[in-house]
């Protein structure tokens, strides 16, 4: 994908996480994009604490797209997924990622917030500790301050 491909991506995938915003969930956002890097497949946005909007992306993509296609797919998420979500794409084989903020970045916003007690554990140290070669890109610093504003409304309203 080019920056303007990803740039479009990763605004979509917000305007996902403020429909989550807007719906009383956490602010979280993905999309499922096509290996042609145009096609957007599936969106989530975050369900809970638990169903994190990778995560449960992942799962229904395995369900309804085979290896071969997740492989040449790409993950977009507007923050870098948690060590659960991660994992999750490894295994759904979902070749590969881009996100906009990075999760150390998220801690900062949150701090030592109740409802989002962040783990500063970068995915590539997951993905390293798999068999696969994901590809992922992120942060993406022309993504990132929009990525943080709409977080750091939300968990400043908390």
């Known amino acids: ?3 303007a491909q990803q740039l479009r991506h990763l605004r979509r995938a ?3 996480a403020r429909a989550a915003m807007a719906a ?3 602010p979280f956002g993905a999309l499922l ?4 890097g145009e096609a957007v497949l599936m969106e989530q946005a975050n369900v809970d604490t638990v169903n994190h909007a990778e995560a449960v992306m992942a799962r229904e993509a395995a369900r309804r797209y085979d290896g071969d296609t997740l492989w040449g797919c790409t993950l977009v998420t507007t923050v870098e997924p948690c060590a659960m979500c991660a994992a999750t794409q490894y295994w759904a084989h979902i070749g590969g990622l881009l996100y906009g903020l ?3 970045r ?3 916003l949150t701090g030592n917030h109740a409802e ?3 783990l500063d554990l970068p995915c ?3 993905f390293a500790a798999g068999q696969k070669a994901m590809r992922v890109v992120g942060p993406v610093p022309e993504a990132e301050e929009e990525i943080a504003a709409l977080h750091r409304d939300f968990w400043r309203s908390r």
């Open 1 to 3: 994908m080019n920056l």
């Open 14 to 16: 917000n305007e996902v």
């Open 24 to 26: 009383g969930r956490h």
């Open 33 to 36: 994009v096509a290996p042609d």
């Open 102 to 104: 990075s999760e150390h």
């Open 106 to 108: 998220l801690l900062e």
């Open 116 to 118: 989002n007690p962040t």
């Open 124 to 126: 590539r140290h997951v």
